[in-house]
């Protein structure tokens, strides 16, 4: 169990980050795009993580091997780490972007870009 609090406690505080990150990028927008905007980070953190669950981690870290709570908690901080560098990304092309596109982009960075880049830096 090693690291497993301190992986855990940075897996919640960038939990965290993510509602702080669609306020600000919906104060950035039009009115009559903040529903949409605040939509869209939704809808980007739900695909990145899932993209992320089924395929990423895979191409990152390779099977789970062993259920020990630190390859959990690993697992977890990647997961919301993945999600929040595609929101991130996202908001830079807030109001132009058509939903399909974005869908398209942050299943591409979320299981094959990231996870790539993540092997190279923290992969055996």
Same mark, same amino acid.
């Given at each position: 169990?090693e690291?497993v609090?301190?992986t855990? *406690?940075a897996?919640v505080?960038i939990?965290? !980050?993510?509602p702080?990150f669609?306020?600000? #990028?919906a =104060?950035?927008?039009h009115t009559k $795009?903040?529903?949409?905007?605040l !939509?869209?980070n939704?809808m980007?953190y739900l695909?990145?993580?899932?993209? *992320?669950l089924l395929? =990423?981690?895979?191409i990152? *870290? +390779?099977?789970? +091997?062993?259920d020990? !709570?630190?390859? &959990?908690?690993?697992?977890?901080?990647q997961?919301?780490?993945?999600g929040?560098?595609v $929101?991130?990304?996202s +908001? +830079?092309i807030s #109001?132009?972007?058509?939903?399909?596109?974005?869908?398209?982009?942050?299943?591409?960075?979320?299981?094959?870009?990231y996870?790539?880049?993540?092997?190279l830096? &923290? =992969?055996?």
């Amino acid at each position: 169990m090693e690291y497993v609090v301190d992986t855990l *406690f940075a897996f919640v505080l960038i939990i965290l !980050m993510v509602p702080v990150f669609a306020m600000l #990028e919906a =104060g950035l927008v039009h009115t009559k $795009n903040v529903t949409a905007v605040l !939509m869209m980070n939704t809808m980007i953190y739900l695909v990145a993580s899932l993209a *992320f669950l089924l395929m =990423g981690y895979h191409i990152a *870290f +390779g099977d789970f +091997g062993s259920d020990s !709570m630190s390859k &959990w908690a690993a697992f977890l901080f990647q997961m919301a780490f993945v999600g929040k560098v595609v $929101n991130i990304m996202s +908001g +830079g092309i807030s #109001e132009r972007a058509k939903v399909v596109l974005m869908v398209f982009f942050t299943i591409v960075m979320s299981a094959i870009i990231y996870p790539i880049v993540v092997n190279l830096s &923290w =992969g055996k």
